[in-house]
T-cell receptor
Framework: QKEVEQDPGPLSVPEGAIVSLNCTYS??????FMWYRQYSRKGPELLMY????GNKEDGRFTAQVDKSSKYISLFIRDSQPSDSATYLC????????????FGTGTQLKVEL | EAGVVQSPRYKIIEKKQPVAFWCNPI?????LYWYRQNLGQGPELLIR????????DSQLPKDRFSAERLKGVDSTLKIQPAELGDSAVYLC????????????FGPGTRLTVL
């Protein structure tokens, strides 16, 4: 079993829909949680960063962390075709030299 | 601000041949990472540098992979000899000293081993 599980998709939604992307993890020592967006043929770019449990909002994006369930989510409101990309969750322990453990990524397509 | 630069962007080689990838991090970033991303997977860390020192190379297959970061700026990752299973995208990332949780990724080098 992988430390971080993520549904690979693909997930197809109409423009304007609310998108929910999720990851589960097995190691309760993870404390820092991130979401990266990766366009085709590009490197990942950091979207959201949260520490421990709770919510964080940035524009159309909301990240949620539920440590009791070992479950994290990324919500995208009013999705746009430009949001079409692969979304990777990542997490790390306290200390650990910033070593990130990534999920496999969920491929999202927002259609007109 | 220029991003992380990697070259080449694409490389096709025969198995058992050597190959090298180059990375120029964002100016002033002292931490540099090399990742490998297999198709349909997330990136996996190969090696991390703090300045010119390799502080985490536990995931680097040292029998065929090597890396260096002379003068704590540019870095080179080498594979010799390459195997079919090495086909992947090799990503370089860097982060600044005061925001080590923020990693900035380059576009990657897509390696195909035939």
């Amino acid at each position: 079993q992988k430390e971080v599980e993520q549904d690979p998709g693909p997930l197809s939604v109409p423009e304007g829909a609310i998108v929910s992307l999720n990851c589960t993890y097995s190691n309760s020592a993870f404390q820092y949680f991130m979401w990266y967006r990766q366009y085709s043929r590009k490197g990942p770019e950091l979207l959201m960063y949260t520490y421990s449990s709770g919510n964080k909002e940035d524009g159309r994006f909301t990240a949620q962390v539920d440590k009791s369930s070992k479950y994290i989510s990324l919500f995208i409101r009013d999705s746009q075709p430009s949001d079409s990309a692969t979304y990777l969750c990542a997490m790390r322990f306290t200390g650990g030299g910033n070593k990130l453990t990534f999920g496999t990524g969920t491929q999202l397509k927002v259609e007109l | 601000e220029a991003g992380v630069v990697q070259s080449p962007r694409y490389k096709i080689i025969e198995k058992k041949q050597p190959v090298a990838f180059w990375c120029n991090p964002i100016s002033g970033h002292n931490t540099l990472y090399w990742y490998r991303q297999n198709l349909g997977q997330g990136p996996e860390l190969l090696i991390r540098y703090e300045n010119e020192e390799a502080v985490d190379d536990s995931q680097l297959p040292k029998d065929r992979f090597s890396a260096e970061r002379l003068k704590g700026v540019d870095s080179t990752l080498k594979i010799q000899p390459a195997e079919l299973g090495d086909s992947a995208v090799y990503l370089c990332a860097s982060s600044p000293r005061d925001r080590t949780d923020t990693q900035y990724f380059g576009p990657g080098t897509r390696l195909t081993v035939l």
